[in-house]
Nanobody, 125 residues
Framework: EVQLVESGGGLVQAGGSLRLSCAASGFTFGDFVIGWFRQVPGKRREGVAR????????AYKNSGKGRFSISSDNAENMVYLQMNSLTPEDSAVYYC??????????????????WGQGTQVTVSS
């Protein structure tokens, strides 16, 4: 059974940092791309960043460029999202997702087959 479990969300002041973790299980890590997405109520889920399980290559959407960093520990099947210089606009539920490499290396929701339950990030001003 595929499982993606996010952790590390919480309340942080503007300018602060958080590190989100995603524990992946039930699939061959190297065959998948792991992405981070976020969603606020009433808005579409948007991609933040992704990392390839096979070669560790990364890509970022505008929301994550410059302030966020995605990394992985393939031995532990873990993916992390380090978020710095947070602003209230970063407040959202953050989701970890896994998509088979055949779906491509993008950060679009349709490319991802499995999703976690999400972790809430709230940035106060």
């Amino acid at each position: 059974e595929v499982q993606l479990v996010e952790s590390g969300g919480g309340l942080v002041q503007a300018g602060g940092s958080l590190r989100l973790s995603c524990a992946a299980s039930g699939f061959t890590f190297g065959d998948f791309v792991i992405g981070w997405f976020r969603q606020v109520p009433g808005k579409r889920r948007e991609g933040v960043a992704r990392i390839s399980g096979s070669d560790g290559s990364t890509a970022y959407k505008n929301s994550g460029k410059g302030r966020f960093s995605i990394s992985s520990d393939n031995a532990e099947n873990m993916v992390y999202l380090q978020m710095n210089s947070l602003t209230p606009e970063d407040s959202a539920v953050y989701y970890c997702a896994a998509g088979h490499w055949r779906n491509g290396l993008g950060v679009a929701t349709w490319q991802y087959d499995y999703w976690g339950q999400g972790t809430q990030v709230t940035v106060s001003s």
